[in-house]
């Protein structure tokens, strides 16, 4: 949280009021810039940058949401370098993480945002409601709805956490009663950054954060606005199972000699060739393992509508079938045409013997 | 909906669908046809109509004594892309898992690296029978558009199942969805065009087989 001691001042100020060493600074710069896959080089212009740039003033708001990605920040395995980002940024407003509540909660959200008008950076996790108005998630007796085209009209730029804000998540699941969308779908005239997981890697929120406060940019997005340095490559292209998916060594259940030897998931339903995201490589809880090497598939968290792909253990290359008996049904009907032919050819034949017989007896008769 | 969901979903449902009704309306309006009485006399000693089509199939499967050595390599190449196109779509065990997920039946699927190396020569062997078409004055005058979009809708999923393999020009969702669809597109093609011989040879060989059998020709 923003607090009271620095406000407004320099990040270098904020690291050294806590005791933070230029050297911890440029450990630091040198991890993002390898992380964002810079030159390392980058590293010192970063610490340098980083050291006289004011605090980014950011405000952080929550809609429909479980507070996965606050925790996957916040609890991140390795605090000297993900909880710096709290040392890069002055969050001014987050719900889960500030002290106040109530109407002080919200005065504090107006004076940051009076404060850093046009300036700031929103974060945004879970999804927006927009059925009848989007009642179904409020704060503060105001929809989530009205929240964001109110805060995001004075942002710098928009950084939608979490496949959620990202792309409408879980909430966004069929039949996705609440009418859940992206925050990019609400906000149509402000940058929107997508770091989306479920829930996101905390160094991608981090470095991503960092990126724009050292270089005052957005860093390169992919397709769907995603920073292409986490996003860039799928879990399958760095997944250390890829081996014996080139081989065709499948583990053909969770406990199989296939599953022991540490063959490739893809039977078990692995989503990692679509699937974009740095979990091969960052890994989680500091670095110790990720899904896969834990012996599951991908989920494919990080992709829109990963809910509604056929289910988690189907595998890719199946087919996800909405109604299977539209085949029966199709089968059905083409024995009905094939009967119905079948009768027409009949007819016709039978009629047409029956006036060739016609012709052959009156010729007969005719005949002296 | 990304053109991945697509494919996997609705695409491959509906070609499904258009290929069981296609198929169950042909082969059962063209087995209940009523048939011409065959008014000839059987020779004596003909074989019985059953070994008689039996016989007749089997024969096919060669090219008789006296025909050169481009109608050999003609058959030769049809066997080998035949060949390879069943190694590929009953051994790729991406194709075994789309077949359990219909059928419910799976099997031991082959190495990777023996799928491949069998696209490769499938593909091979079916630019073969395109140049073969193309250059031959006598299979010029008989094909049709009909020879060609088969070739074509035949061709399509395995160039585009070994660009997805290889991940080869494009995002891996985006060419396995599009492999999706050229197979999607052939079992949607496949009743109504030349791809239907997958259950009619049986049936014309046979008859022919029966035809001539009956008139004490081997044919
Ligand atoms: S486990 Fe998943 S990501 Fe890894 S190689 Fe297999 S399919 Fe690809």
């Known amino acids: 949280m923003s607090d009271g001691n620095h406000p407004g001042g320099t990040i270098g100020e904020a690291l050294l009021a806590r005791g933070i060493s230029r050297r911890s600074l440029l450990k630091y710069t040198g991890y993002l810039a390898s992380i964002l896959a810079l030159p390392p080089m980058a590293s010192r212009a970063m610490a340098d940058a980083l050291a006289k740039a004011p605090r980014q003033s950011v405000i952080w708001l929550s809609f429909q949401e479980c507070t996965g990605c606050t925790e996957s920040l916040t609890r991140s395995f390795n605090p000297t370098l993900e909880d710096m980002i709290f040392d890069l940024i002055s969050l001014d407003y987050h719900e889960t993480l500030m002290a106040v509540s109530g109407a002080a909660a919200e005065e504090a959200m107006q004076a940051a945002r009076a404060a850093n008008k046009g300036k700031y950076v929103l974060v945004v996790d879970g999804s927006v409601s927009t059925a009848e108005g989007g009642i179904y998630s409020t704060n503060a007796g105001k929809t989530n709805l009205a929240t964001l085209k109110d805060m995001a009209s004075d942002a710098a730029a928009v950084l939608s956490v979490g496949t959620c804000a990202a792309f409408g998540g879980i909430p966004h699941a069929k039949p996705n009663p609440t009418g859940a969308v992206p925050v990019s779908e609400i906000v149509t005239d402000k940058p929107v950054i997508n770091i989306p997981g479920c829930p996101p890697i905390p160094e991608a929120i981090a470095g991503t954060v960092a990126y724009i406060i050292t270089f005052g940019k957005l860093p390169d997005l992919d397709h769907l606005s995603r920073p292409k340095a986490f996003f860039g490559d799928s879990i399958h292209d760095r997944c250390y199972r890829r081996p014996f998916y080139d081989k065709g060594l499948f583990a053909k259940s969770f406990d199989d000699e296939g599953a022991r030897n540490g063959w490739c998931l893809y039977e078990v339903g692995c989503k990692g060739p679509v699937t974009y995201n740095a979990c091969a490589t960052l890994k989680w809880n500091g670095g110790v393992s990720f899904p896969i090497q834990s012996g599951h598939g991908c989920l494919g968290c990080s992709e829109p509508d990963f809910w509604d792909r056929g289910g988690f253990y189907k595998p890719l290359s199946a087919s996800v079938m909405g109604n299977p008996a539209i085949i029966g049904g199709a089968a059905v009907a083409g024995i009905v045409a094939g009967a119905a032919s079948v009768a027409l050819a009949r007819k016709r034949r039978a009629e047409a013997l029956a006036a060739q017989s016609k012709a052959s007896a009156a010729a007969q008769e005719k005949m002296p | ?219």
């Open chain 2, 1 to 219: 909906m990304s053109l991945l969901d697509f494919a996997r979903g609705p695409a491959i449902e509906v070609a499904l669908a258009v290929f069981t009704l296609g198929v169950m309306w042909r082969l059962i309006s063209l087995l209940g046809l009523p048939w011409a009485k065959d008014r000839t006399v059987r020779r004596a000693g003909a074989p019985s109509d059953f070994s008689a089509g039996v016989s007749g199939f089997i024969r096919h499967l060669w090219v008789p004594k006296g025909f050169g050595m481009t109608s050999r390599f003609a058959l030769i190449n049809g066997y080998v892309f035949h060949l390879g196109l069943a190694i590929i779509f009953f051994g790729f065990v991406q194709h075994i898992l789309f077949l359990r997920g219909l059928f419910g039946v799976s099997w031991p699927g082959l190495p990777t690296s023996v799928i491949s190396i069998a696209a490769v020569v499938t593909l091979g062997s079916l630019v073969a029978a395109l140049v073969r078409r193309m250059t031959s004055p006598v299979m010029r005058l008989i094909s049709t558009a009909n020879d060609y979009f088969t070739w074509l809708i035949t061709t399509l999923p395995v160039l585009t199942g070994l660009l997805a393999v290889s991940h080869l020009g494009a995002r891996y969702e985006t060419l396995l969805a599009i492999h999706i669809l050229t197979v999607a597109a052939l079992l949607i093609w496949f009743p109504f065009g030349k791809l239907m011989h997958a259950f009619l040879v049986f049936l014309t060989r046979a008859e022919t087989g029966v035809f001539y059998g009956r008139r004490g020709v081997k044919i």
